[in-house]
């Protein structure tokens, strides 16, 4: 059975940091995004990783970091600089495209998602 499982999430003031996992089981993706959804939004898409490629979305790009270790089969999602509007439910996703993207249609799989709150 296919599944992606994230850890990590939690409330944190503005400023700080935060390192969300995704732990995939059941088969190796070749490309590993993470998503957000805040309340009444559209899940946006954050960053995306492949091979050594990585593509981010520009709320995110110099606050965020998305790294992959490939033996525990897990990418990484580290945090930094926080901010209120960062506050989510944080999904991974993945997919067997050979390049990041951000399009939501082109993962198949889907973790349940882990909240993250940043207090102002």
């Known amino acids: 059975q296919v599944q992606l499982v994230e850890s990590g999430g939690g409330l944190v003031q503005a400023g700080g940091s935060l390192r969300l996992s995704c732990a995939a089981s059941?088969?190796?993706?070749?490309?590993v995004g993470w998503f957000r959804q805040a309340p009444g939004m559209e899940r946006e898409f954050v960053t995306a990783i492949s091979g050594g490629n990585t593509i981010y979305a520009d709320a995110v790009t110099g606050r965020f970091t998305i790294s992959r270790a490939n033996a525990e089969n897990t990418v990484f999602l580290q945090m930094n600089r926080l901010k209120p509007e960062d506050t989510a439910v944080y999904y991974c996703a993945g997919s067997g495209v050979t390049r990041p993207t951000s399009y939501r249609s082109y993962y198949g799989y889907w973790g349940q998602g882990t909240q993250v709150t940043v207090s102002s």
């Open positions: 059941g088969r190796t993706f070749s490309t």
